[in-house]
């Protein structure tokens, strides 16, 4: 049994994270902001008659979230744990597609925020706790839609960029370290979110969040570069 933490558990991709990993009973520490959702996620891990992991919530909304509360964090799972196995960056927002011109200032901090801030709080209280480990994984989510159409990508396009560059400088800096450092470049799946700023596209078009969740943990645990996941 391995201990996993996943941001932005609550849907999407994170959500069929949880649900692969809770197969083979992990246990899992599922943060979100949104308490409902992570209580139906919650419930379909408990019922589930292939499964016997019983996950940890952690409510939090890291818009609002200060530097006492990532602690408070820490420190919980260093209480409770000791260690983690492995900590998806999965959480991320994204507004409507917007020139640089007209994005609205305040929308920009916040994505910026939640989507690049948040998770350099997440990494420094969680590295020591992915070294505790045999062999510690740190799993970004980054966007391959970014290389090749940037426009309009707005605060969401800068956030994952600077992510991406924060992942590499991990990597660099803790090469002797036995945590692994991958950044994974997703490209379109079916979510809400994408349904939202793509809705007159057929969802039926591109993969599932479930069949993404499962190439990317086989591919983790191979340990190994695919199409989208590069190991740093």
């Known amino acids: 049994m391995s201990i996993y933490l996943i941001t932005g558990a609550a849907e999407g991709l994170g959500r069929s994270l949880a649900l692969a990993l809770a197969q083979d009973d992990n246990q899992l520490i599922l943060l979100d902001k949104n308490l409902g959702a992570l209580n139906h996620l ?19 909304d890291l818009l609002g979230a200060n530097i006492d509360h990532y602690g408070q964090l820490q420190t919980a799972l260093e209480s409770e744990y000791g260690h983690l196995d492995g ?3 999965n959480a991320a927002i994204l507004p409507a597609f917007t020139p640089i011109e007209y994005f609205e200032f305040t929308q920009w901090y916040e994505v910026l925020h939640t989507n690049l801030n948040a998770n350099f709080h997440l990494i420094q209280q969680t590295l020591p706790l992915l070294r505790a480990a045999s062999a510690g994984q740190l799993v970004a989510m980054l966007d391959r839609n970014l290389e090749a159409n940037p426009a309009y990508y707005g605060a969401y396009g800068v956030a994952k960029a600077g992510l ?15 945590i692994r450092f991958y950044s994974v470049k997703l490209g379109a799946f079916q979510s809400n979110t994408r349904s939202r700023q793509f809705p007159s596209e057929n969802p039926d078009t591109i993969p599932t969040s479930q069949a993404i969740a499962i190439e990317l943990l086989k591919a983790l645990q191979n340990d190994c570069n695919t199409d989208g996941l590069q190991k740093l």
């Open 87 to 89: 900590v998806f960056l």
């Open 42 to 60: 919650y419930d379909a891990i408990v019922a589930s008659e292939t499964s016997r992991a019983e996950p940890a919530l952690f409510p939090m």
């Open 164 to 178: 991406e560059q924060l992942m590499k400088t991990l990597a660099t800096e803790n090469q002797k370290d036995k």
